[in-house]
């Protein structure tokens, strides 16, 4: 017995479950799948990520996370990292419930929540899933579903004031993967931020059309310095490709996932970080003591769930000092990104005058523009 159980850990997840008859001819049909749960802890959680742990990026600050939750007595995590966002994925969440036991699964990449998570919610009712930005509905969504992301869009707008200050061409740039609503709302805090410094600060970007993809990364953000821009940033799931090209070419960094200070070191301004362990430790917590899980959980700076790369040595003080000043305004709570008077890149009225749309606004999550000031299209 236990070396059959020696045999499937050492399997593919996805391998395993390719097809019934491949389980059976192992051995390993799912009559067979309770002897690995005999192995579990009082509680086995896992985390399923699109690309590598260690990208410098995504799916590092959410493996930082994770690895908070191995110390935490009883609790045993099984991870798997660089699944597609396909069926695929959906055998990876099964085989950590069938073969791991695991109860709280976290697909942590945009492209598993619908149909992957879903489909797994419907088939496994007693299993809790929680997924990174997704949109939950209370009136679509299953109860065992749900979502949770940060208000990182005050990240970067804390990153566009540093812009703002490093900035002497009034250029910045940024190297965005895919113009979905969290995609835009980064964007145009950036630039905000650098207009809060100077408003006449434009900003290009660039999309790339794919989450992960060094080549077009480095074509881009070596346009983006071509035309000038002499600060960028980026969100793609690993930047470091967008770092140390910027770098190479003389251009100052704004990081964004985790900290990338140690690619760029003195060209690294300060960077939008996750603070994953926050919330993993929260929905755990929660789970042993046997309360419900929340299934739409959000927060900010003052929340602790987002958190700042330590200033870097190119920074002002001029710049620290509005730095400062503007991080704590946002750990009160309630910070406007987006107010009005402020129209989009095409002319139209996005808010009017007066008009605000704090850091917990559910409007944010459904932006579809480009601010006023952001020089590229969402087409």
Not at 147 to 171: C, D, E, P, W
Not at 219 to 235: F, M, P, R, S
Not at 248 to 268: D, M, T, V, W
Not at 291 to 302: I, W
């Amino acid at each position: 017995m236990t070396e059959r159980f020696m045999l499937s850990r050492r399997l593919s997840r996805r391998e395993l479950l390719k097809t019934s008859a491949a389980g059976a001819a192992l051995g390993l049909a799912s009559a067979s799948f309770p002897i690995s749960r005999a192995f579990a802890a009082a509680l086995t959680v896992g985390f399923i990520y699109v690309g590598p742990k260690d990208d410098y990026g995504y799916n590092q600050a959410h493996a930082e996370g994770a690895a908070t939750l191995k110390a935490i007595e009883g609790v045993s995590v099984v991870e798997e990292e660089n699944v597609p966002e396909t069926v695929d994925v959906q055998k990876s969440m099964e085989s950590m419930i069938n073969l791991d036991g695991a109860s709280l699964i976290f697909p942590t990449s945009f492209g598993y929540f619908d149909p992957h998570m879903l489909a797994m919610c419907a088939k496994f009712p007693d299993v809790q899933f929680r997924h990174c930005g997704g949109m939950w509905n209370k009136d679509k969504h299953p109860m065992n579903a749900g979502s949770y992301f940060g208000y990182i869009g005050l990240g970067q707008y804390l990153n566009g004031v540093a812009a703002g200050h490093a900035t002497k061409t009034k250029k910045i740039g940024f190297v965005a993967a895919k113009p979905i609503p969290q995609v835009l709302l980064n964007i145009n805090s950036f630039l905000l931020g650098a207009r809060s410094v100077d408003p006449t600060i434009t900003c290009q970007v660039i999309f790339t059309g794919e989450w992960s993809l060094a080549v077009k990364e480095a074509e881009a953000t070596n346009a983006l310095v071509d035309q000038g821009a002499d600060v960028i940033t980026c969100h793609v799931d690993s930047p470091k490709v967008v770092v140390e090209t910027a770098a190479g070419r003389g251009a100052f960094i704004c990081g964004y996932h985790a900290n990338q200070s140690p690619l760029a070191p003195e060209k690294y301004l300060t960077g939008a970080e996750w603070n994953w362990a926050k919330v993993y430790k929260m929905f755990v917590d929660d789970l042993v003591a046997g309360k419900p899980l929340p299934n739409f959980t959000r927060g900010g700076l003052a929340d602790g769930f987002v958190k700042m790369s330590p200033l870097g040595p190119a920074v002002s003080e001029a710049a620290r000092a509005q730095f400062d000043g503007t991080l704590a305004e946002m750990m009160k709570g309630g910070f406007s990104v987006i107010k009005g008077p402020l129209k989009n890149n095409k002319g139209d009225v996005v808010a009017t005058e007066g008009q605000t749309f704090v850091e917990a606004a559910i409007e944010l999550e459904s932006m579809d523009y480009l601010v006023e000031g952001v020089v590229g299209s969402t087409a």
